[in-house]
């Protein structure tokens, strides 16, 4: 089925440790981007992309990292995990040409560092 | 720096009540916004696309509204269901660049039975 998918749905990392949410699309989307969804503090952008190569940060951009090697992969590092990580990770694409349907997210990864 | 603001942040209705979820904005250069519906423990399900050039869109039972002068957009639900509960968020993209969202906080909608 078309759509965003995220991989792995749960995860539990030690302090300090990194790791790779993954985030691919078969849509040919042109934009990307990765949200923190936290209690009380809704949905925030840490990182987006508008094509391969090219990569900007948003409102959280600390601790994370991002690459755009493809258009349909876009993979968001935690360099060094803080507890303060722990979230829920959601990755979106859309394209920009509108009239169609906007943006779609995947179904999000559940982080927990403890 | 774009702020989107939902008001109420819970709802509780009965089942067949007509209702209207506000979402707020604080810049009006917008190139569309996006409302999106959120079971618990799950992703997000885009319901309505309103782009700037367009008043509402409808799909179904639900219409959303978009007042850009005004920095407002509305979502109805016609007949209220119960399975129509969820948390239901808005979203902006910033003129010229459709590339990124800012949400608001959303609003939780309980409708009982």
């Known amino acids: 089925n078309a759509g965003v998918t995220q991989t792995p749905k749960f995860q539990v990392l030690k302090t300090g440790q990194s790791m790779t949410l993954q985030c691919a699309q078969d849509m040919n989307h042109e934009y990307m981007s990765w949200y923190r969804q936290d209690p009380g503090m809704g949905l925030r952008l840490i990182h987006y992309?508008?094509?391969?190569?090219?990569?900007d940060q948003g409102e959280v951009p600390n601790g994370y990292n991002v690459s755009r090697s493809t258009t349909e992969d876009f993979p968001l590092r935690l360099l060094s995990a803080a507890p303060s990580q722990t979230s829920v990770y959601f990755c979106a694409s859309s394209s920009p040409v509108w009239g169609l349907d906007g943006y779609t997210f995947g179904s999000g990864t559940r982080l927990t560092v403890v | 720096k774009q702020e989107v603001t939902q008001i109420p942040a819970a709802l509780s209705v009965p089942e067949g009540e007509n209702l209207v979820l506000n979402c707020s904005f604080t810049d009006s250069a917008i190139y569309n916004l996006q409302w999106f519906r959120q079971d618990p423990g799950k992703g997000l399900t885009s319901l309505l696309l309103?782009?700037?050039?367009?008043r509402e869109q409808t799909s179904g039972r639900l219409n959303a509204s978009l007042d850009k002068s005004s920095g407002r957009s509305t979502l109805y639900i016609a007949a209220s269901q119960p399975g129509d509960s969820a948390t239901y968020l808005c979203a902006a993209s910033p003129l010229y660049s459709g590339s990124r969202l800012t949400f608001g906080e959303g609003t939780q909608l309980t409708v009982n039975p």
């Open positions: 992309s508008v094509g391969a190569g090219i990569t």
């Open positions: 309103i782009q700037s050039s367009q």
